[in-house]
């Protein structure tokens, strides 16, 4: 369950969490993960070396975490917020967002969750598995880990299989999607350019359970319909795509084929 911006009062929160809660239970079985507000960022910029906004960052995101306690849930995911970033900040904000992820911890903890640093992309702070890893490397394992967004590797879709790996060992949660290889589209996995083949091959040699979420793009007709698409359609989209990623070997071999000839 995603909260991209700020919810409007606590009473709309209280009644989007219940309805999320009874979705889920309906279609899944139960909440898996909640993402954490990443707009406006004056109120969620735990990254920032300005030390009063951090804070306010925290406190806004500690109360927020809080406010869901009520929703069993294994997994907080986290943005580092806001773009973009020079490079003669990267390091400020890389020991403001470490200062943050500690002060954050107690809160998730106390719910038995873990809280999960997401890999970001363009110039957000840790998008790239080498600068996550400066990011997470030293906090505790026991209440930290990562999620890897395979659509946030911009133009470098390759690197996906490598980025697991180096990361392994903190890897809590995936976001499955696909995009053009140029910046994130959030697409179903079966449309765009990731090698699902050499992904999942190293997805597989985790030896932790990693939860995979599917974060797609809404499925809707077109806007001059004035209508929302059901949401069963949502879940049948992501039963199709379990199929497509848990018989990726044999529907690759079958789609070479189909190209050569």
């Known amino acids: 369950f995603s909260f991209s911006e700020e919810p409007e009062s606590p009473e709309l929160f209280h009644s989007q969490l219940c309805g999320a809660k009874k979705i889920a239970e309906h279609y899944c079985g139960a909440i898996g993960s909640i993402h954490l507000p990443f707009m ?19 406190e806004f995101m500690g109360n927020f975490i809080r406010s869901c306690k009520g929703i069993p849930n294994r997994h907080y995911t986290l943005h580092s917020i806001s773009e973009p970033v020079p490079d003669s900040e990267r390091g400020a904000r890389i020991a403001a967002l470490r200062r943050s992820m500690e002060e954050l911890l107690p809160f998730t903890m106390e719910q038995g969750a873990s809280l999960n640093l997401e890999l970001l992309p363009r110039s957000c702070i840790g998008n790239t598995a080498q ?15 990562v999620c890897i967004d395979v659509n946030h590797f911009m133009s470098d879709a390759a690197g996906v299989p490598d980025a697991i790996e180096r990361l392994a060992p903190w890897i809590r949660t ?9 910046d994130e589209c959030h697409w179903h996995c079966f449309f765009g350019v990731l090698d699902w083949r050499a992904i999942l091959a190293q997805l597989r040699k985790l ?41 990726i070997d044999e529907l690759t071999e079958r789609f070479e084929r189909l190209s050569i000839a």
Not at 174 to 182: A, E, I, K, R, T
Not at 217 to 231: F, K, M, S
């Open 40 to 58: 406006p960022s004056e109120k969620m910029f735990v990254s920032s070396p300005d030390e009063s906004l951090r804070k306010k960052g925290v």
């Open 131 to 145: 600068e996550l890893l400066q990011c997470v490397d030293g906090l505790p394992k026991a209440g930290i880990g």
């Open 174 to 182: 995936m976001h499955l999607s696909n995009y053009d290889g140029v």
């Open 207 to 247: 030896p932790q359970d990693v939860l995979c979420i599917f974060e797609v793009t809404a499925l809707q007709p077109p806007v001059w319909h004035n209508r929302t698409a059901p949401i069963k359609l949502h879940f049948d989209a992501a039963e199709k795509s379990v199929f497509f990623l848990e018989n």
